[in-house]
């Protein structure tokens, strides 16, 4: 399947919690975009799944509750810390359909390897 | 008779399927110095056996010998027909636990298996099991500093440590350290780095990588013979950055999928009529001073 990333808006940036957003950019987006939020615990974020529509402008807050866990998404050359007590946010607006996937890459322990997720853009 | 020579006759001779020399990995014709003072007066050929990836304590279907396959590595290396110079270990030697006491016990058994290699010194580096969760400090107890250098034979040999920072990542100290270490060699001088994660990016999805890794790259490329020799990908894999090239080892636990050749790098499944399939280790042997190795790949128990 395609990657969607090459082809993906990334608007978004890590922002502590109650931090406004970086908004340039967005004035030709209609509406607010669709919230998503994405739990990040030992072993797993929750959902791990997330389906998205291409052109759809979201913005994505995941919370960890547990540990310093890593958010990689190398398909749009992105990384964060995900900081227990802070949110991480994220704008996301793909283009086209395709998979983009994200890893946790900062060391958790027993399950780390089975920390990962991916966002499902349909058409 | 060269060793190369030796290995090469016993392979025709005894028929044993372990000859696999890789052509153009770390062969550098143009730099192979012939009388040019590249090569240390006191340069010597030699051989050193890479294991990695033992993962000790693990347990589950990918190995259901998992209890003994690295005794049985062991006794592979130690019936070896040459002795190598030494032994070097590239991380990985436990599977990890977020009990430090089951850690520690852990490498306390991982030591005394491999206690009983006949060959010494063995040079032991942390992957990311063993040190990621405590920042190295049960490996240090067992094993010391996780980076170091050593000599042997003219050739100069660097253990990076790119896991016990559980981001993956060197660090600044270390990479002043292999700044300064690097600082007076000869720019022709054979370096031989020794780590665990991919130092170049793999397969970031993967998290076969080292997220600072380019800088160390970056501090190497002016030396004109530095090859690396890792583990952490369970498999026996070839790539080059620049004028380096970088050679990971198979694992002794379980195998794991070509890189990015699927969605999940999850082991691939044990094969009960081929047992240690995709497992082994490998001998290197270095030839031309220093400037060129031949890898060769054994399995677990040789028929």
Redesign the interface.
Same mark, same amino acid.
């Given at each position: 399947m395609m990657v969607a990333g090459r082809r993906i808006v990334l608007r978004g940036a890590l922002a502590a919690a109650g931090a406004m957003l970086v908004r340039a950019g967005l004035a030709q987006v209609a509406g607010e975009p669709r919230v998503i939020k994405i739990t990040a615990h030992r072993f797993a974020y929750e959902p791990n799944e997330i389906p998205l529509k291409a052109g759809e402008h979201v913005v994505v807050e995941i919370n960890s509750l547990d540990f310093v866990h890593?958010m990689?998404i190398? /398909?749009l050359g992105k990384r964060f /810390?995900l900081v227990p007590g802070r949110i991480t946010r994220l704008e996301l607006q793909p283009e086209a359909p395709g998979v983009i996937?994200?890893? !946790? /890459?900062?060391? !958790?322990? +027993?399950g #780390? +390897?089975e920390m #990962?997720g991916r966002f499902v853009v349909s058409a | 008779m060269q060793r190369r020579d030796f290995l090469a006759l016993t392979a025709l001779g005894g028929g044993v399927a372990f000859a696999s020399a890789l052509a153009g990995c770390a062969t550098r014709a143009a730099n192979t110095a012939t009388g040019s003072g590249m090569a240390p007066a006191d340069y010597k050929d030699f051989y050193f056996v890479q294991l990695s990836d033992t993962h000790w304590g693990y347990q589950g279907p990918a190995n259901p010998d998992a209890a003994v396959t690295l005794r049985k590595a062991v006794a592979t290396v130690n019936a070896l027909e040459t002795p190598p110079d030494f032994i070097v270990f590239t991380g990985d030697l436990t599977h990890t636990t977020d009990d430090p006491a089951e850690r520690r016990r852990r490498l306390a058994e991982f030591k005394s298996i491999v206690a009983d290699l006949k060959v010494k010194p063995v040079h032991f580096m942390a992957g990311e099991h063993d040190a990621s969760l405590d920042r190295g400090a049960a490996f240090k107890e067992y094993f010391g500093d996780t980076f170091y250098t050593f000599d042997h034979k003219g050739v100069h040999f660097i253990a990076i440590d790119n896991v016990s920072d559980p981001g993956a990542k060197i660090g600044e100290e270390q990479l002043d350290w292999l700044r300064k270490d690097l600082a007076s060699r000869d720019k022709k001088a054979p370096i031989v780095v020794l780590t665990h994660r991919p130092l170049f990016d793999l397969v970031p999805k993967w998290d076969w990588a080292t997220r600072d890794g380019a800088q160390a790259i970056d501090l190497l490329l002016p030396f004109e013979n530095v090859t690396v020799f890792y583990g952490h990908i369970h498999q026996e894999h070839h790539h080059v950055t620049g004028h380096i090239a970088h050679h990971s080892s198979k694992s002794l636990i379980f195998a794991l999928p070509a890189p990015g050749s699927q969605d999940k790098r999850t082991p691939l499944p044990w094969d009960a009529s081929a047992p240690y399939k995709g497992l082994g280790f490998r001998e290197v042997e270095a030839e031309d001073a220093g400037v060129e190795y031949k890898l060769t790949e054994f399995p677990v128990v040789r028929a």
């Open positions: 890593g990689n190398p /398909d /810390d996937d994200f890893v !946790c /890459d900062n060391f !958790c322990g +027993e #780390h +390897e #990962h | -």
